[in-house]
């Protein structure tokens, strides 16, 4: 199969449905169409992290990035959302896509350690929640889930200005993390919160190798 060019992938993804009703306690943001294309494009691209791979995308929401790795070749995509309506919409995009090798397990990610899901994949991907609101810290959570996760990499969006103690965090887990890129991410006013209609966050697109981790 020829490998889908950037523009491509986003006009597929553009088809995506999201969040019908998003949930403030589970940080339901999706992840725009032109982000998730670029992410997982780049995953492809640079590290060949995608094609022929087992993915996993961790609290994957509607499936956006699950999508757009199915879509590059990935063998076979598992997504893992804790939310029924989400799940809901997630199969609905697979089957009306018509996409092959892709499936949404509905569980709380927080709980996958120490499960047969222990170093099941490849590579990892996700769009944690940011931590903020009253899910304190959440984004590092699932961070460390992709860590016990995933053989290779794993690949996740973090607010810039927890740089610093991410890369405390990977050291002391023992991956190399890295930045791959930095961005605006737009959050659409979801939300009754959000005073303005959107909202810009600056955010870090990080890779961790974990192929030398040490795990217990």
Known sequence: ??????????????????????????????TPPHIAACMVHHIQAQHEDIEGNLVADLGCGCGM???AATMLGAQLTVGFELDDSAVDTFRQ????????????????????PGSKWDNAFDTVVMNPPFGTKHNAGMD???LEVGTRLATGAVYSLHKTSTRAYIQKKCKE????????????????????????????IEVDFWRLDVTEMVKL
């Open 140 to 142: 590092m959570r699932f």
């Open 173 to 200: 887990w023992g991956a190399k993390g890295n930045v791959v890129a930095e961005l605006r991410y737009n959050i659409d006013a979801s939300y009754k919160f959000h005073k303005q209609k959107s909202k810009d």
């Open 65 to 67: 990035l699950s999508i």
């Open 93 to 112: 995009n697979v089957l009306e896509m018509e996409l092959p090798n892709v499936d949404c397990v509905r569980a709380n990610v927080l709980q996958l």
């Open 1 to 30: 199969m020829a490998r889908l060019k950037l523009k491509k992938l986003e006009e597929y993804l553009q088809c995506v449905d999201g969040f019908e009703k998003p949930k403030i306690l589970l940080e339901q943001y999706p």
